[in-house]
């Protein structure tokens, strides 16, 4: 559900992009906009799929600064797709091992 507000939200402000600004991937700036919001909300509630929707948006990332030519940046959202993942597998094994007996 999270993601068809997020789709809209970007095909929406995406309008705007195109016609207001020089934005090369308008829907794709605004999906990545709108996504980390809620990506960051989902890490602030401490949800596993925080790291689902970073990943896919890091990979996002990568593309729309490759294209532009900025391959720092695209290192840079490459090396936060790795983190990301990381992030998740680590959280995923926290959450099945089982609990301390204590």
Not at 30 to 55: C, P
Not at 64 to 75: I, K, R, S
């Amino acid at each position: 559900m999270s993601w068809v507000i997020i789709v809209a939200l970007s095909g929406l402000t995406s309008r705007y992009l195109a016609s207001e600004t020089q934005a090369a991937w308008p829907f794709l700036d605004s999906l990545t906009t709108w996504g980390s919001l809620l990506a960051t909300w989902l890490t602030a509630q401490v949800k596993l799929e925080n790291w689902l929707y970073w990943m896919v948006l890091d990979a996002i990332s990568v593309f729309l600064f490759a294209t532009q030519g900025l391959m720092f940046v695209a290192l840079l959202f490459a090396t936060y797709l790795v983190i990301s993942t990381v992030g998740y597998v680590t959280w995923l094994r926290s959450r099945r091992a089982p609990a301390p007996s204590g």
